[in-house]
């Protein structure tokens, strides 16, 4: 499908896309679950975790945002504040081993000498840095944080991932 529209940021070309704003309007609703008062009664029985974790692998895998996707769902299986924050820990390592492993076996196949040329290997070493310091942080402040901030926290965020998509930033 050809672009919604192309626009110009300064020096930045920026693209909205069909499918760009489809998910965009589907993280905007995910994050309106976690913001909006009347939503935050909607709850999952323990038992839909599979189904929820199906539905944020597909649409994340779609969009490559499914921890932000999990996390919403999660919050809603009535899980305790440190019982939800290992089941997302745990997810994101089960999700992130897998998918170095396929991405993996690829890019060694195909694309070690792009990556080397075009010093990508700093962009891999900034990421796991970063989810890391993340990690560390999140402990940190854990026993500080209330289950309520960290449900306002994932839905800001949200909004605002979808507010990128929506508008060609991402």
């Known amino acids: 499908m050809p672009p919604i529209i192309h626009y110009n940021l300064g020096a930045h070309l920026f693209t909205i896309t069909w499918l760009k704003s489809a998910i965009a309007m589907l993280t905007m609703g995910f994050s309106m679950a976690e913001l909006c008062p009347g939503l935050k009664k909607l709850s999952f029985q323990p038992r839909d975790i599979p189904i929820g974790g199906i539905i944020s692998g597909f649409f994340g895998?779609?969009?490559?945002?499914?921890?932000?996707?999990?996390?919403?769902?999660?919050?809603?299986?009535?899980?305790?504040?440190?019982?939800l924050i290992g089941a997302m820990i745990l997810s994101a390592i089960v999700v992130d081993i897998s998918r170095m492993l396929v991405y993996g076996a690829t890019f060694f196949a195909r694309d070690f000498k792009v990556m080397q040329a075009e010093d990508g290997f700093g962009l891999v070493t900034a990421g796991t840095l970063a989810a890391f310091l993340g990690t560390f942080c999140a402990s940190r402040f854990l026993k500080k944080m209330t289950l309520h901030s960290v449900q306002t926290l994932v839905g800001v965020l949200l909004l605002l991932l979808a507010v990128a998509l929506g508008i060609g930033l991402l």
């Open 61 to 83: 895998g779609l969009s490559g945002h499914q921890g932000a996707l999990r996390t919403a769902f999660l919050l809603r299986t009535g899980l305790n504040k440190e019982p």
